[in-house]
T-cell receptor, first 116, second 114 residues
């Protein structure tokens, strides 16, 4: 079975400071990892994904994530946080299902609060 | 949210009633998914469909039913058998023709049982 853990329910950071949101995973075989962001009462928006290749993945809105196979982690980072980055962030892992589509397993989410 | 619509945005139901949540996509995606979101629990998969006229149970299918008669539509019915239906419901779609594509999400429906 696959699982995702986001150990922090909330992360507080001052505007302009670096932001890190942690994610660890457990899956049999090669993981396919995703980060999504959710604003209040909205659907999820895709930020970035790791499939294979370079361990550092760059995504939307200045976010990036680093895949670390030995630590089974996929932490989301942003060098300089903005107040508008305040939202709920989800990490997800996928396995290939019946040669079609992705079956995603989500972490519990981390709320990010960026203070001016 | 572009390309996937969900209606209604808010839905109120009396206990014992069945309700149907609508999900439509114009992205020409083959795969569609329904998730339930509760505070602090992330998203949990209810049902998914890889192709028209085919669907599979997810992790929490009890008390729910779906149909996939058209590629564009994947309605979810919350039946009276669902013991705790109050939640935020999210529909998503993806194109399995391209490997490991991300899922695109609709804006969600918030269901409240009165």
């Amino acid at each position: 079975a696959q699982s995702v853990a986001q150990p922090e329910d909330q992360v507080n950071v001052a505007e302009g400071n670096p932001l890190t949101v942690k994610c660890t995973y457990s899956v049999s075989g090669n993981p396919y990892l995703f980060w999504y962001v959710q604003y209040p009462n909205r659907g999820l928006q895709f930020l970035l994904k790791y499939i294979t290749g370079d361990n550092l993945v760059k995504g939307s809105y200045g976010f990036e994530a680093e895949f670390n196979k030995s630590q089974t982690s996929f932490h989301l980072k942003k060098p300089s946080a903005l107040v508008s980055d305040s939202a709920l962030y989800f990490c997800a892992v996928s396995i290939r299902y019946k040669a079609a589509g992705n079956k995603l397993t989500f972490g519990g989410g981390t709320r990010v609060l960026v203070k001016p | 949210d572009g390309g996937i619509t969900q209606s209604p945005k808010y839905l109120f139901r009396k206990e014992g009633q069945n309700v149907t949540l609508s999900c439509e996509q114009n992205l020409n995606h083959d795969a569609m998914y329904w998730y339930r979101q509760d505070p602090g629990q992330g998203l949990r998969l209810i049902y998914y469909s890889q192709i028209v006229n085919d669907f599979q149970k997810g992790d929490i299918a009890e008390g729910y039913s779906v149909s996939r008669e058209k590629k564009e539509s994947f309605p979810l019915t919350v039946t009276s058998a669902q013991k705790n239906p109050t939640a935020f419901y999210l529909c998503a779609s993806s194109n399995p023709g391209q490997k490991y594509n991300e899922q695109f999400f609709g804006p969600g429906t918030r269901l409240t049982v009165l």
